[in-house]
């Protein structure tokens, strides 16, 4: 084998490897803003969804288009947090009533 | 000792009930809370609302209400008003005591089951007389209250919750367990800033009580350049601490409504009102 032929191998090497990475990314975002999705939906199903969860999911899928993976997958991680903490929120705060000292107690 | 646990579960089932206020006892805790917290605001000030605790803001609100910036929708809504719908009918076929009715709403509709607002009888008006409805957020139905709240000045609020409909309460109870609830992603309820921290500063904003929140709408408000509703104004605190605005007129609002204008029972109407 020739230099060139070396040279072929090697580029279609590069090839498979860097496409192999560029799909793992591309399914490990696609993965994060799926459950940033089910998280803000599951928050919404209880009336806690907060404000911005909705826009962080849109900006990440703007990332995610643009190339810009990881800052794509660590927003939609964000949105997802925020999801679940609103869940979480609107299940603590469901018997909410009124503060104690409205009635003159300690 | 097996009959010991039992009287134990017993009670524990038992107590929460038998030590449940009732709406009339809140309501009689909400005022009194208030009227303790500002014990030289007289009761039938509470109506201005933060107007009634900062003497430097009630200077400023009572140079602007020298020309009031309410008057042209109130103007609008007296025009839409008598205006016929295209079958010849008007508003007024709808509520034949009206314009003055602000003080009927929010009622409890037991045919439906729901909590009805003066927007959303207008609106269901508007539908019996083939009329399409009116968007709640701004615009010709916000002219309408403007002019029916203010034909309506004078008026005592006295929101009833029918002791022998169970869902009253229980919408009653919703509206209060929103209003008590913590939110959004700074944690924080309605009562968070309307209660104990009412009167107290946040930047130059002076945290208003909630006694007297549902005296004066709807209300031309500074910030917005425009005259808007009691919906809009709950949306807006829910974004204000980062929580999803619920639809103005929804089920959740109209509930909160219920609940918290029946806090304000006793209370004079007097919009539409003037705020920053």
């Not at chain 1, 990332?63 to 794509?72: D, Y």
């Not at chain 1, 947090?81 to 609107?90: F, I």
């Amino acid at each position: 084998m020739g230099y060139i032929d070396w040279v072929r191998i090697g580029s279609i090497i590069l090839l498979v490897a860097t496409n192999s990475a560029w799909a793992e990314e591309n399914t490990e975002v696609e993965q994060a803003i799926a459950a940033a999705e089910g998280a803000r939906q599951q928050a919404a199903s209880v009336g806690g969804e907060w404000r911005d969860t909705a826009k962080l999911i849109a900006k990440a899928k703007e990332l995610a288009q643009a190339g810009q993976i990881q800052e794509a997958i660590a927003l939609a991680n964000r949105a997802r947090r925020q999801g679940e903490l609103g869940y979480e929120q609107a299940l603590r705060e469901q018997n909410a009533d009124f503060p104690a000292y409205v009635f003159g107690k300690p | 000792m097996p009959r010991l646990i039992l009287f134990w579960v017993i009670l524990g089932f038992i107590a929460p009930l038998a030590l449940a206020a009732t709406p009339a006892e809140e309501q009689a805790a909400f005022q009194g809370y208030f009227k303790r917290r500002f014990p030289s605001v007289p009761e039938n000030e509470f109506k201005n609302g933060v107007y009634a605790i900062d003497p430097v803001m009630r200077a400023n609100w009572e140079a602007i209400e020298e020309f009031p910036p309410y008057e042209q929708a109130i103007a609008r809504g007296e025009e839409l008003w008598k205006t016929p719908f295209a079958n010849g009918r008007t508003y007024a076929d709808c509520f034949p005591d009206g314009p003055a009715i602000a003080n009927r709403y929010p009622r409890w509709d037991r045919e439906h089951g729901t909590v009805v607002t003066l927007s959303l009888a207008l609106n269901d008006c508007r539908k019996a007389n083939g009329e399409e409805p009116l968007p709640y957020n701004k615009g010709p139905l916000v002219d309408l209250l403007a002019y029916i709240a203010y034909q309506s000045r004078g008026q005592i609020t006295q929101v009833e919750i029918p002791e022998d409909d169970p869902r009253a309460l229980e919408a009653y109870t919703k509206g209060k367990r929103f209003y008590f609830a913590r939110r959004g992603q700074l944690n924080f309820s309605c009562a968070h800033c309307h209660f104990a921290n009412s009167g107290a500063k946040l930047r130059t904003e002076t945290l208003s009580p909630a006694l007297g929140h549902t005296t004066h709408w709807p209300v031309y408000r500074s910030e917005w350049g425009e005259v808007g509703t009691l919906h809009r104004r709950f949306a807006g605190c829910n974004e204000q601490v980062r929580a999803k605005a619920f639809p103005l007129e929804s089920e959740e609002y109209r509930n909160l409504e219920y609940f918290l204008t029946y806090m304000n029972n006793g209370q004079e109407l007097n919009g539409p009102g003037a705020r920053k």
